[in-house]
């Protein structure tokens, strides 16, 4: 299978990691923190290895699975070592209010598609999906967005490698409003649906 990146060391890269993992892909780690990056490794097991900091991350597709607040940060420090790579962007862009942070007119894929090397590819994914609900093995519905066909082919065929169901938006202008999402889905835990929900499509044929 597939050589898998993540940056990142959060609920959700263990969540799509542990999958990865599961569907027999090459899983790579990378935080800062050395010594947390192996307890995470050793926690997943199935051969996830621990990659440096900074260093071109082995994966064809890299997950950048860190805050919105420091993802430009992040992939600008590492520059040149993303270049050819699928970026898949998860990250959310609200704050606690539920208000996003992005500045007017622009969106946070926007951004770090602006900050990533122009040989890569940044496609959005994975953020209108809980970390928690990822590790309960349904076959949610996973939304895809970005410019290039053949990453987003490459996105969509490791996320159906995960048990999951990929569905493509468009191009990557649609990722501010699959941003736009990450408020709703938490208003609607908040308000009487509770956090174990995900959004799906239903296709009537």
């Known amino acids: 299978m597939s050589s898998i990146s993540f940056i990142g060391l959060g609920s959700m890269a263990s969540a799509i990691a542990a999958r990865a993992i599961a569907a027999d892909h090459a899983v790579e780690l990378i935080g800062r923190d050395a010594t947390k990056t192996q307890g995470l490794a050793a926690a997943l097991g199935g051969g996830a290895r621990v990659g440096r900091f900074g260093s071109v991350p082995t994966g064809d597709i890299v997950v950048l699975a860190v805050p919105y607040a420091s993802a430009v940060e992040v992939v ?51 953020n209108t999906v809980f970390g928690h609900v990822l590790t309960q093995g349904r076959p949610l ?57 995900a959004l799906s499509v239903s296709i009537f044929s």
Request: hydrophobic fraction near 45%.
């Open 76 to 126: 600008t420090e590492y520059g040149a070592a993303l270049a050819g790579k699928v970026i898949v962007d998860i990250t959310n862009t609200f704050n606690a209010d539920l208000e996003l942070v992005t500045p007017e007119g622009t969106f946070g894929a926007k951004e770090i598609a602006k900050a990533s090397p122009d040989s890569a590819h940044v496609v959005k994914a994975f």
């Open 141 to 197: 519905d996973v939304f895809v967005a970005g410019d290039d066909t053949q990453a987003k082919a490459s996105v969509s065929s490791f996320i159906t490698s995960l048990g999951l169901r990929p569905l493509d938006v468009g191009g990557l202008e649609m990722a501010r409003y699959l941003e736009a999402v990450g408020p709703l889905t938490i208003g609607l835990a908040q308000n009487g649906v509770g956090f174990d929900h």
